[in-house]
C-alpha cells in the first residue's frame, strides 16, 4: 500500500518570500503521479500542481514548483512570491498509474499554510 | 483544466429522511468519480469509487446501504444519504478522473456541508 508523509503540520511565511513545503511517499509502484491540492477556507480542493513519475524535469506552473526526486520518493512544493491568497491547507497526493477506477488519491494529513502581510 | 460541479453546496435535512448530492463533470466525460468525507481538520476520507454503469465500490467501514451510489452517466454521479442521522453531518466532496494521452488527473467539485437536525 502507498503512503504520504507531510512532516510539516503548520507553516507561515512573509508575503513576497518563499516557502518551500515538504512530502515523501512510499511505494512499490514504477508509474505514478504525485499531485498537490490547495484547500483554501472555502474547502474547495484546488489542483495547483501535477507531476508525473517518468518525467524527470519538475513541473512548474506560475509561481509553484515542485522538486521531484524519485529515488528519494521526495515531492516538495516551493511557492515563490507567496501572497495572502495562498493562505490554505495543502495536500500532497499520490496516484498510481491503472485502468478502469483502480486510480486512487492517496493523501498525507495537510500542511496549514500561512502567508502574514 | 477540468469543471467539476457539486450541487447543492450546503443542505440542511431532519433526522431519518435522505439527502442526495450531485457530482457532475461540466467539460469532459469521466468514467470514474469518487466520494469523499471530511471531518475538522483532517484529510479527505476516501467513501467509494464511483464507476459508471456499475457498482460502486466502497472501502472497508462505509455503509453500502446508507450511503447509495450511482453513477448513470459519464458526466454524473450521486451520492444518496438514506436515513441521515446527526453523525452524518459533514463535509462531502467528489472527483472526477480526467484521462487524457497524457496521463491522468482528478479534480475536485466545491463540496457540500450536510447538517442533519
Known amino acids: 500500500a502507498q503512503t504520504v508523509t507531510q512532516s510539516q503540520p503548520e507553516m507561515s511565511v512573509q508575503e513576497a518570500e518563499t516557502v518551500t513545503l515538504s512530502c515523501t511517499y512510499d511505494?512499490?509502484?514504477?508509474?505514478?503521479?504525485l499531485f498537490w491540492y490547495k484547500q483554501p477556507p472555502s474547502r474547495q480542493m484546488i489542483l495547483v500542481i501535477r507531476?508525473?513519475?517518468?518525467?524527470?524535469q519538475n513541473a512548474t506552473e506560475n509561481r509553484f514548483s515542485v522538486n521531484f526526486q524519485k529515488a528519494a520518493k521526495s515531492f516538495s512544493l516551493k511557492i515563490s512570491d507567496s501572497q495572502l491568497g495562498d493562505t490554505a491547507m495543502y495536500f500532497c497526493a499520490f496516484m498510481k498509474h491503472g485502468v478502469g477506477g483502480s486510480e486512487k488519491l492517496v493523501f498525507g494529513k495537510g500542511t496549514k499554510l500561512t502567508v502574514n502581510p | 483544466g477540468a469543471v467539476v460541479s457539486q450541487h447543492p453546496s450546503w443542505v440542511i435535512c431532519k433526522s431519518g429522511t435522505s439527502v442526495k448530492i450531485e457530482c457532475r463533470s461540466l467539460?469532459?466525460?469521466?468514467?470514474?468519480m469518487f466520494w469523499y468525507r471530511q471531518f475538522p481538520k483532517q484529510s479527505l476520507m476516501l467513501m467509494a469509487t464511483s464507476n459508471e454503469g456499475s457498482k460502486a465500490t466502497y472501502e472497508q467501514g462505509v455503509e453500502k446501504d446508507k450511503f447509495l451510489i450511482n453513477h448513470a452517466s459519464l458526466t454524473l454521479s450521486t451520492l444518496t444519504v438514506t436515513s441521515a442521522h446527526p453523525e452524518d453531518s459533514s463535509f462531502y466532496i467528489c472527483?472526477?478522473?480526467?484521462?487524457?494521452?497524457?496521463?491522468?488527473?482528478?479534480?475536485f467539485g466545491e463540496g457540500s456541508w450536510l447538517t442533519v437536525v
Open positions: 507531476q508525473e513519475a517518468y518525467k524527470q
Open positions: 467539460d469532459f466525460q469521466a468514467t470514474t
Open positions: 472527483s472526477a478522473l480526467k484521462t487524457l494521452n497524457s496521463g491522468n488527473t482528478i479534480y
Open positions: 511505494t512499490s509502484e514504477n508509474n505514478y503521479y
